[in-house]
């Protein structure tokens, strides 16, 4: 599959999953192979000096197009998009950026020859009615956010593109993602990674959900191997396409405060919980992702110790560099 891309568009590229996934990109195909394009944000300092970039708004079709055409895109990795805390204080900005966006980014693919397309569901799909242990790849999709209506509608448009107009559209349903580079963007998971920072900068942080709290989390280096897994695999293993059910670790705010403890004794937590409660309690606790794996050999890589332990490790050093403000 590698050979099949030779130019790659990201969208939101200078989010917390497109920073690091433009980097990996760039580094399997080429720098000049991979444009990373974003809204307002300033990219970081390695990705203006590692290739292309430009700014957009994905709700105004030409902005993006002209990126296709100018740089004769083929494979486009759709990552912007409003998440869920944002999302409930911005509906309207929500839908926008989200479907309409989605809509665009569809709609230049199926004009322009573009090969294939990457969007991203969320386990914000699942709501009212889906079981909320071992939630299953096929179930009730009832979301109670307007972050995840839209991820619903997503999967159906990109599903309904596939099938009408023989577009290549593939998705995972990402859970809560942590990364040790970029900040999180605004996400009923933000807490998995603020918590981190807090630790190494206070030793104390103040959680957002309750302590029994459950959710399914990945890792960022197992969010990037998913997300290129899939793409690089044969159409004709997949039976599903846009809305794949993806499971790395679930753990309460309680057992990862406790694990960073073994790190960093001193460290407390307090939890008074906020709106994002009731948006945490509409989701899953642990997700089953058997057709990823059946259908493209997904295994993480990470669980709550490996991934705390690396966390802190590379916040650390980041910390004694000065780079954590």
């Known amino acids: 599959m590698k050979s099949d891309m030779k ?25 000049d192979n991979v444009v990373a394009v974003g809204h307002r944000t300033k990219p970081s300092e390695k990705m203006l000096n590692s290739g292309p970039f430009g700014f957009v708004d994905v709700t105004k079709r030409e902005t993006v197009e002209e990126f296709v055409k100018k740089h004769d ?9 409003v998440l869920s805390a944002v999302g409930e204080k911005k509906p309207q900005l929500a ?27 969320s386990i914000a799909v699942f709501g ?36 009408r107009f023989g577009l290549d559209v593939r998705g995972v349903r990402y859970p809560g993602i942590i990364s ?13 990674v603020e918590i981190f920072y807090e630790a190494i900068k206070h030793k104390r942080y103040t959680c957002f959900v309750r302590e029994d709290t459950v959710l399914p989390m990945m890792y960022m280096p197992d969010c990037i191997k998913a997300t290129i ?29 406790a694990e960073i403890r073994k790190h960093i004794p001193e460290f407390t937590c307090e939890y008074r919980p ?34 705390t332990k690396d966390m802190l490790e590379k916040l650390k050093k980041r910390y004694m560099e000065g780079q954590l403000k």
């Open 128 to 163: 009212l009615g889906a079981p909320r242990r071992n939630t299953p790849q096929e179930t009730v999709l009832r979301p109670k956010t307007v972050y995840g209506v839209s991820k619903v509608a997503g999967e159906l448009l990109c599903d309904y593109y596939f099938r």
């Open 229 to 257: 897994q899939l793409m690089e695999a044969n159409l004709s293993q997949l039976k599903h396409h846009s809305d794949f059910n993806l499971a790395g670790m679930s753990f309460s705010a309680g057992e990862l405060a």
């Open 274 to 307: 906020d709106f994002r409660q009731e948006i945490a309690d509409s989701w899953p606790m642990s997700i089953d992702d058997g057709a990823a794996r059946e259908e493209w050999g997904w295994r993480p890589s990470y669980d709550l110790a490996t991934m």
């Open 95 to 121: 839908w926008e950026v989200n479907i309409d966006g989605l809509y665009n980014i569809l709609e230049i693919a199926r004009e322009n020859g573009i090969v294939r397309v990457f969007w991203p569901s």
């Open 180 to 192: 040790s580079e970029t900040p999180p963007g605004g996400g009923a998971t933000d807490y998995a």
């Open 73 to 81: 895109v083929d494979t486009i990795y759709h990552l912007a998009a």
């Open 7 to 31: 130019r790659i568009l990201v969208t939101g590229a200078f989010g917390q999953i497109g920073s690091e996934l433009t980097m990996e990109l760039r580094e399997r195909y080429g720098n």
